[in-house]
């Protein structure tokens, strides 16, 4: 089994007070001069040590959030406010569309009114022109019948056809 030989170990590390790097290894390369063991069972230990020793020398600061989740909140308070709006905007709309079909319902009725009112008038008018047709076809026509009634009360015109009978008024 072929070994890897490792010359050194290192870890960089930090907090809101320190900034730390921890190097471990030898300056010479060579067979003699090796780590026998991984880099996360040497390194990160130390830097624990001195972290919690430097710690201890240090006042507390409260850790206060990134820049990063302040900005999001405001993104996400942003993005809320925009949906709401289009959400009133959708809802505007949706009455306008509502009103606007109300209109046109109203407008076609109203013509469908106006449509049947010019209709009746026209048939009033034809009406009127036939009555006005047919009492000029009679004014124009004077009919002269002389009647006579006879024995058993027929009235009869000059073509002896009966006309009408007695005791019906004319």
Known sequence: MIEA???YHWFVGYTLDIVGAVWLGYDK???EHYLTSTSSFTVPPIFGQVLSRSISELPTKKFEL???AKKQKELEEQK???KKEEQKKAEEKRKQEKNKEKEQKKREKKDKKE???ERKKKEKEREKRRRKKRKKRRNG???KIKIKINREGIIMDDSH???LQKGISI
């Open 80 to 82: 809320e406010k925009l």
């Open 29 to 31: 390369t060579d067979a």
């Open 5 to 7: 030989v490792i010359s």
């Open 115 to 117: 449509r049947e009112k």
């Open 161 to 163: 056809r009966s006309v």
């Open 141 to 143: 026509k004077k009919i």
């Open 66 to 68: 990134p820049l990063i």
